[in-house]
């Protein structure tokens, strides 16, 4: 379970770090079907992509804890799931975007429970080990 989780988390992390960067080196041209959304989301996306760095190295600091730390992953994994949610409203006013932008949907939606679960076997089966090493002494 802390294997999964850690692999997970790393690759959360890198994932977004990597996005995240494309979208501040490449701006309107990194969001597939934008085309030329002009001067002012050109700017605004590629600091959101600074952004999402940001929010990569997060990822990446909670992979790094020994044990993993539930409550951060939780809380990580709860701003994934509303950026889901988000696009599902976008979706509701404006209506289906570029394929691509459903698929992202469906991996903010899927992934936060997967992520919810993994950190509560974690913290759970850390509350174990420390119970086990007291009853040891």
Do not use: K
């Not at 379970?1 to 990194?30: D, K, P, Q, Y």
């Not at 940001?54 to 990580?76: D, F, H, M």
């Amino acid at each position: 379970m802390e294997r999964a989780l850690r692999v997970l988390t790393t690759l959360m992390g890198w994932s977004c770090v990597a996005i995240g960067l494309f979208h501040v080196a490449l701006g309107n041209a990194a969001i597939p079907g934008a085309g030329s959304a002009g001067t002012t989301v050109d700017s605004w996306g590629r600091f959101m992509g600074a952004s999402f760095v940001g929010y990569g190295l997060a990822w990446l600091w909670a992979a790094r804890q020994r044990p993993i730390p539930a409550r951060e992953v939780r809380w990580l994994a709860g701003v994934f799931l509303l950026g889901g949610v988000g696009r599902l409203l976008s979706l509701a006013v404006h209506g289906w975007p570029q394929w691509f932008q459903i698929v992202l949907t469906v991996i903010e939606l899927a992934l936060p429970p997967v992520f919810l679960w993994l950190a509560g076997a974690q913290e759970r089966a850390s509350r174990r080990d420390v119970q086990a090493v007291s009853a040891d002494r």
